[in-house]
C-alpha cells in the first residue's frame, strides 16, 4: 500500500509492518496514549 505509505510520511508519522504480539504491544501502547490525552484535554465526541 504505497499510498497509505507516502500518506503516513506526509504527515510525520513511520510506517512499520507489525503481526502477531508486536503489532498488539503498539497498539496497546497507543491507545493509553491518546485515551489519557483525549481525557486530559477533555474531548468529547460530537
Given at each position: 500500500?504505497?499510498d497509505v505509505?507516502?500518506?503516513?510520511?506526509?504527515?510525520?508519522?513511520?510506517?512499520?509492518?507489525?503481526?502477531?504480539?508486536?503489532?498488539?504491544?503498539?497498539?496497546?501502547?497507543?491507545?493509553?496514549?491518546?485515551?489519557?490525552?483525549v481525557k486530559?484535554?477533555?474531548?468529547?465526541?460530537?
Amino acid at each position: 500500500m504505497p499510498d497509505v505509505q507516502e500518506s503516513l510520511l506526509k504527515g510525520g508519522g513511520k510506517p512499520m509492518a507489525l503481526i502477531g504480539e508486536d503489532a498488539r504491544v503498539v497498539v496497546r501502547r497507543d491507545v493509553e496514549h491518546w485515551s489519557k490525552l483525549v481525557k486530559t484535554l477533555g474531548i468529547r465526541a460530537e
